[in-house]
């Protein structure tokens, strides 16, 4: 199984927003909606911020948003803050039963 | 508080085994899936197996198929990864994860670090 695959990084100045992509196939994001995403700043563990494409635990600001188009998820990150910079995963569900991550963004605040 | 603590990583020679532990506490384990990934020093998140609420049902990515088996003991709140014939690839910290949604991960340990070298 291939990793998603990811931006290796994206950027923008607080207050701006950031998308990240997350490109699977058709074994994975483009058949089943269990697409989540991951924050994970350095040396911590890592803390679910989507999951199910767009829905957001209890605690996550609604500035992180999630959606999907084909075999393509999507992370938004508005309002861009300075603690938001952090690698973020995507992973998904797949046809063989497994899970799979994304190779990972490094997001970076300016 | 849910908490899951790892345990059992350190350094093991190529070929050997390795046993690792995941206490959890502050939920009920048998109510819930559980994983584990791991994380190369500096590389991305793999997932690495699963396991249903009673243990009758696992799951493993290709790279530890047969090699690595996952178990858990309800009564003691704990998740097992017993890895053999280890490799150098293998080298990696090593989370426990809960599956509380569908296909999401929601509380995840601190992580193990193994290190499979001679």
């Known amino acids: 199984q291939s990793a998603l695959t990811q931006p290796p990084s994206v950027s923008g100045s607080p207050g701006q927003s950031v998308t990240i992509s997350c490109t699977g196939t058709s074994s994975d994001v483009g058949s089943y909606d269990r697409v989540s995403w991951y924050q994970q700043p350095p040396g911590t563990a890592p803390k679910l911020m989507i999951y199910?494409?767009?829905n957001r635990p209890s605690g996550v600001p609604d500035r992180f948003s999630g959606s999907k188009s084909g075999n393509t998820a999507s992370l938004t990150i508005s309002g861009l803050q300075a603690e938001d910079e952090a690698d973020y995963y995507c992973s998904s569900y797949t046809s063989s039963h497994t899970y799979v991550f994304g190779t990972g963004t490094k997001v970076t605040v300016l | 508080e849910v908490q899951l603590v790892e345990s059992g990583g350190g350094l093991v020679q190529p070929g050997g085994s390795l046993r690792l532990s995941c206490a959890a506490s502050g939920f009920t384990l048998s109510d819930y899936w559980m994983h584990w990934g791991r994380q190369a020093p500096g590389k991305g998140l793999v997932w690495v197996s699963h396991i249903n609420s009673d243990g009758t049902g696992t799951t493993y990515a290709d790279s530890v198929k047969g090699r690595f088996t996952i178990s858990r003991d309800n009564a003691k709140n704990t998740l097992y990864l017993q890895m053999n014939s280890l490799r150098a690839e293998d080298t990696a910290v090593y989370f426990c994860?809960?599956?509380?949604?569908?296909?999401?991960?929601?509380?995840w340990g601190q992580g193990t670090l193994v290190t499979v070298s001679s």
């Open positions: 199910e494409v767009s």
């Open positions: 994860a809960r599956g509380a949604y569908p296909g999401a991960l929601d509380s």
